[in-house]
């Protein structure tokens, strides 16, 4: 008996076809695990997520882990990325090199954020088909979501509606780095995949005072504060919209466990099913940092999308879950921003 292949709806959109370019097929099935021989390449090896998938790899025992760093392969520069993959010939690649930043960086620079990315996506995903590696990770951003998405946002909500301004060419780059995975899968069978986090904190991460995320601004702003005995912090915003906070080490187990138990064409979502207001997360961090002054807010600066909270059933049910509670995390990151202080791991 013939049965036919469970197809997941990709974006909302709908048509008559049985496999439209808009649905991919899912098998449902755990792929086979990873030999800790392979040679991994992680792509963008230095930056947050790069170098938490690295130590991951590393406690592993995967003894094959490789990457060179931006100033060694620029991966914008389509001839090198070429060069390099022959060379080095990768089994599996954890696409985890991009440009990123916080609302300010995204809603200032947007024509860097999408030719950025979009070179680097293009060219990784190109190169590593020419060598046809085996297994491929892209990762994504929650900001690939329209803008008023329902809550707590699920896969299938891809494309059903207008995106958040603040981010919307970082986002379209995501979105056609999923939709090259899936051409991929289609066109040559290899199991490549995406997986779409919610935002992201921990070691290494970009505390930039106007470039960076919210939580290592807060970070590094209530810690100056605190040295320097100021009266009054001024956040951004109204200090109302909502947002996830998960540890990039979990986000690490994560694409493992993704890369060794899912084998479908859309997107993974990456959280922690939990959200809190920007000004809880800034009382938090006020607390963990110990700053006693006052908190006031700037509502003359953007509060970008009021609300991004991932549904994860679709990972939960594969066997995964974090374990980094946001006070623990926030903790550690903020012992890891003190220790590295005046050192070049905090590049800015
Ligand atoms: O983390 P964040 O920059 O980015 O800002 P998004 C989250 C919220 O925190 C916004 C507020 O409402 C900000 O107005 N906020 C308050 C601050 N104080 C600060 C501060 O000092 N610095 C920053 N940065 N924010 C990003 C996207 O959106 O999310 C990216 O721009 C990416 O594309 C990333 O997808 C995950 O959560 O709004």
New binding site residues.
């Given amino acids: 008996m013939t049965t036919c292949p469970k197809v997941e709806r990709y974006g909302g959109l709908r048509t008559n076809s049985a496999l439209s370019a808009f649905e991919v097929p899912v098998d449902g099935k755990a792929h086979r695990p990873l030999e800790h021989s392979s040679r991994v390449f992680v792509a963008g090896r230095n930056g947050l997520v790069g170098s938490a998938v690295w130590r991951e790899l590393v406690r592993e025992g995967f003894t094959d882990v490789i990457g060179p760093g931006s100033a060694e392969l620029d991966l914008r520069d389509r001839r090198a990325v070429f060069d390099w993959f022959a060379a080095a010939r990768p089994d599996v690649v954890v696409l985890a090199a991009a440009r990123?930043?916080?609302?300010?960086?995204?809603?200032t620079r947007p024509a860097e954020?999408l030719s950025d990315n979009l070179r680097i996506q293009v060219n990784v995903l190109d190169a590593a088909l020419e060598q046809r590696v085996e297994r491929l990770l892209f990762l994504g951003?929650?900001?690939?979501y329209p803008k008023f998405a329902e809550q707590p946002i699920r896969e299938e909500a891809l494309l059903t509606g207008p995106l958040?301004p603040?981010?919307d060419a970082?986002?379209i780059a995501?979105i056609a780095g999923i939709l090259q995975v899936q051409a991929v899968r289609r066109q040559y069978g290899l199991p490549w995949i995406s997986a779409m986090?919610?935002?992201?904190y921990g070691p290494a991460d970009n505390f930039h005072?106007?470039?960076?995320?919210?939580?290592?601004?807060?970070i590094?702003?209530f810690h100056e504060a605190k040295e320097s005995g100021a009266r009054r912090v001024v956040?951004?915003?109204?200090?109302?919209?909502r947002?996830e906070f998960l540890h990039v080490d979990d986000l690490a187990r994560a694409c493992l466990h993704l890369l060794e138990h899912y084998d479908g064409g859309g997107p993974v979502n990456v959280g922690t099913g939990t959200d809190l207001t920007?000004r809880e997360?800034?009382e938090l961090v006020r607390e963990v940092v110990g700053y006693r002054g006052s908190v006031e807010?700037?509502s003359s600066?953007?509060?970008?999308?009021p609300r991004?909270l991932l549904d994860v059933s679709r990972l939960t049910e594969l066997g995964w879950a974090p374990r980094i509670e946001l006070r623990e995390g926030l903790t550690q990151t903020y012992a890891w921003y003190v220790e590295n202080l005046g050192s070049d791991a905090l590049r800015n």
Avoid: M
């Fill in positions: 990123v930043g916080g609302i300010k960086a995204n809603a954020f951003s929650s900001c690939i958040e603040t981010n970082y986002a995501k986090p919610t935002n992201l005072p106007e470039h960076s995320h919210v939580l290592p601004s807060l590094r702003r956040n951004w915003g109204s200090g109302s919209p947002r920007i997360l800034a807010w700037d600066q953007l509060d970008g999308t991004k």
